[in-house]
Nanobody, 115 residues
């Protein structure tokens, strides 16, 4: 069992920036991949960004060049830095931990981009 706690969501204007944090209850090196997904009203949940235990990253095409996923191993924390935010980025953002024995979601944090 692993618990994930997200924070950092809020209201931001278009073009602004926000950083989300996800704290895991165990070492993120014991988890194959950590990622961020998002879900907007009326839409399916989609992958935003992910990082493997080896440090490889991947991003959705819609956020490439704007979002950056990073990690602090000592703090068991994964971050999502979001720059140049657009109204289309408005969604609930969820942290995810995945391996052969783990598939866990955080409670979600709301990000609203509006002028």
């Amino acid at each position: 069992q692993v618990q994930l706690v997200e924070s950092g969501g809020g209201l931001v204007q278009p073009g602004g920036s926000l950083t989300l944090s996800c704290v895991a209850s165990r070492s993120i090196l014991s988890i194959n991949a950590m990622g961020w997904h998002r879900q907007a009203p009326g839409k399916q949940r989609e992958l935003v960004a992910a990082v493997t235990s080896g440090g490889s990253t991947n991003y959705a095409d819609s956020v490439k060049g704007r979002f950056t996923i990073s990690r602090d191993i000592a703090k068991s924390t994964v971050y999502l830095r979001m720059n140049s935010l657009k109204a289309e980025d408005t969604a609930v953002y969820y942290c995810n931990a995945r391996s052969l024995s783990v598939n866990t979601w955080g409670q979600g944090t709301q990000v609203t981009v509006s002028s």
